[in-house]
């Protein structure tokens, strides 16, 4: 063992019916933890203090798991274009899109939401 801390997000505490894919970054973690931490790549959404945000800016509907510890190497990351977020479980494709309020926030953030 050895090597520095990275910073990553939480990968899923566990494989059960609990874990939702956010629908911006695709971010796969546990309802507990998106509501305790939020999303790492979507701070912006804010959903550990919104808690609403979790049911509108995730999904269960949400197919394929990788880990990806390190996107900026991996093929998977480079196919997903999931290499400038944070270390984590990313779900290979999600359903659904973004409310228009959710859209709105990425906006005025400066952040391009891209909709599958
Ligand atoms: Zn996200």
């Given at each position: ?9 939480q990968v899923p505490a566990s494989l059960g019916r609990d874990l939702r894919a956010c629908l911006r970054c695709r971010l796969v973690k546990t ?86």
């Amino acid at each position: 063992m050895g090597g520095g801390h990275h910073h990553a997000a939480q990968v899923p505490a566990s494989l059960g019916r609990d874990l939702r894919a956010c629908l911006r970054c695709r971010l796969v973690k546990t309802y507990d933890q998106f509501n305790k931490n939020g999303c790492e790549n979507c701070k912006f959404f804010h959903m550990e203090q919104e808690h609403d945000r979790i049911l509108e800016c995730t999904t269960v509907n949400f197919s394929g798991l990788i880990s990806s510890m390190d996107p900026t190497g991996s093929w998977a990351a480079r196919w997903l274009r999931i290499s400038k977020f944070v270390p984590g479980c990313y779900a290979l494709a999600v359903s659904g899109v973004l409310n228009e309020d959710m859209q709105n926030i990425c906006e005025d953030n400066n952040i391009k939401y891209v909709p599958r």
